[in-house]
């Protein structure tokens, strides 16, 4: 079993669609979550960091986290085409120090 | 600019030819680490380096070399390549003190090997 299962998609949502993304993992130990975004032909770039349970909002984008279940969402409202990209979940232990990902969700907003 | 290089970022070689894969890094990072990017299996760890002259093995080690003999560099070494080593590659740093996970990563590299 991997340590963290992400959504493999691919998702394609019109244009201002509530978009839901998810990943499960299995190690407790995880403390810290993020999302990134990749856009075709570039790095992954962060966009949501969290660390306790509960609700982070940035704008358009809510990453939640539920450690009893051991599952993370990341929710973007209003979803634009620019948001056409791959978003990959990841966490990180302190312990490990070591970022363990999911294998990414591709998302295309069309028009 | 804060930015992570690599180079070559497009690379198509044979198999058993030997090959290195640069990075560097200019906002002085401890943490230095490469992973490969494969459809369906997300980002894959190789090597890691805490500090310079500290490197160690991530999830997927095999073929691979790497050296950290400065603090900005991060080399990624195929002594021989295979086929299956055909792969995106990204190189990534982050800071070790402060308390702050975030990894920049590089652009990429997209290495064909025949």
């Known amino acids: 079993q991997k340590e963290v299962e992400q959504d493999p998609g691919p998702l394609s949502v019109p244009e201002g669609a509530i978009v839901s993304l998810n990943c499960t993992y299995s190690?407790?130990?995880?403390?810290?979550f993020m999302w990134y975004r990749q856009y075709s032909r570039k790095g992954p770039e962060l966009l949501m960091y969290?660390?306790?349970?509960g609700n982070k909002e940035d704008g358009r984008f809510t990453a939640q986290v539920d450690k009893s279940s051991k599952y993370i969402s990341l929710f973007i409202r209003d979803s634009q085409p620019s948001d056409s990209a791959t978003y990959l979940c990841?966490?990180?232990?302190?312990?490990?120090?070591?970022?363990?990902f999911g294998q990414g969700t591709i998302l295309t907003v069309h028009p | 600019e804060a930015q992570v290089t690599q180079n070559p970022r497009y690379l198509i070689t044979v198999t058993g030819k030997k090959l290195t894969v640069t990075c560097s890094q200019n906002?002085?990072?401890?943490?230095m680490s490469w992973y490969r990017q494969d459809p369906g299996l997300g980002l894959r760890q190789i090597y890691y380096s805490m500090n310079v002259e500290v490197t160690d093995k991530g999830d997927v080690p095999e073929g691979y070399k790497v050296s950290r003999k400065e603090k900005r560099n991060f080399p990624l070494i195929l002594e021989s390549p295979s086929p299956n080593q055909t792969s995106l590659y990204f190189c990534a740093s982050r800071e070790v003190a402060g308390g702050s996970y975030e990894q920049y990563f590089g652009p990429g590299t997209r290495l064909t090997v025949t």
């Open positions: 190690n407790s130990a995880f403390q810290y």
């Open positions: 969290t660390y306790s349970s």
């Open positions: 990841a966490m990180i232990s302190t312990s490990y120090g070591k970022l363990t």
């Open positions: 906002m002085n990072h401890e943490y």
